[in-house]
């Protein structure tokens, strides 16, 4: 049984995962975690998997936790220039995110045909696959959420309004922020879903994930559908492959 660790900027998931299916997938906010405190209920694990964009802190003190609990040193995923059936377009591959890297797997083993992979948590991040494999490229935005935040802190008058509503055209403040934020998402993710199209020669299918992937779907109107487990399988993939 392998322990399977997703963990991002502002939350920690994890899965374990038999070969063939994941076991109780449960979720954490990733500030001040207790990560010791996590995985005290009997199960056992002989191989610890994680991908991580978090800190350097965060990491360490995830990896000795794993140790203590299971006995086993944990692997870090890093992103390389090909795995899996993917080859990533950046000339220093280790520059891609490995959220991203094995969001692309994931994407690439369940899509018989070109796909945009969105990724709505803290940061917004667009991937193009080509049907093949080859990845073009994508974009990095500010979450919805961080561009609220960015909105009330450099802007001396907003910093004390309420979160508001998502409507299409705002009679207020806090409703104006909070659809603004959105709205920017939802078209940015349209317009780069349909400008990559043509490059990727197909009919092009967009997959939603991360945190905030619930809120952001019903603002598109391209056909497209939420995994939210994506990084995580492509992580067991990834450690499947290196078996």
């Not at 803290?122 to 991937?127: G, V």
Request: overall charge negative; glycine content about 10%.
């Amino acid at each position: 049984m392998k322990l399977l660790i997703d963990a991002g900027n502002t939350r920690l998931k994890w899965a374990w995962w038999d070969g063939v299916a994941f076991d109780r997938v449960s979720a954490a906010p990733n500030a001040g975690l207790n990560f010791a405190a996590l995985w005290k209920n009997g199960q056992s694990a002989d191989a610890v998997w994680v991908a991580s964009v978090a800190s350097a802190a965060s990491n360490a003190a995830l990896a000795a936790a794993a140790r203590e609990r299971f006995g086993v040193e944990p692997v870090f995923v890093a992103t390389r220039a090909q795995a899996c059936g993917v080859r990533v377009a950046y000339a220093q591959p280790t520059d891609l995110g490995v959220d991203r890297f094995l969001g692309m797997i994931a994407a690439h083993a369940s899509v018989q045909g070109p796909v945009v992979v969105a990724s709505c948590g803290t940061a917004l991040t667009l991937d193009a696959l080509a049907a093949d494999g080859t990845h073009l490229g994508g974009l990095i935005a500010a979450g919805p959420r961080l561009a609220q935040d960015a909105l009330r802190i450099g802007t001396a008058r907003l910093t004390d309004v309420p979160v508001g509503r998502i409507v299409e055209i705002a009679d207020n403040t806090a409703d104006a922020i909070e659809s603004g934020a959105w709205l920017s998402a939802a078209a940015l993710v349209e317009r780069f879903r349909e400008r990559v199209a043509p490059r990727l020669g197909g009919d092009t299918a967009l997959i939603l994930t991360g945190g905030g992937a619930s809120e952001l779907s019903p603002l598109l109107a391209s056909p497209h559908r939420i995994d939210a487990e994506l990084v995580l399988r492509g992580l067991a993939m990834l450690a499947d492959a290196r078996d």
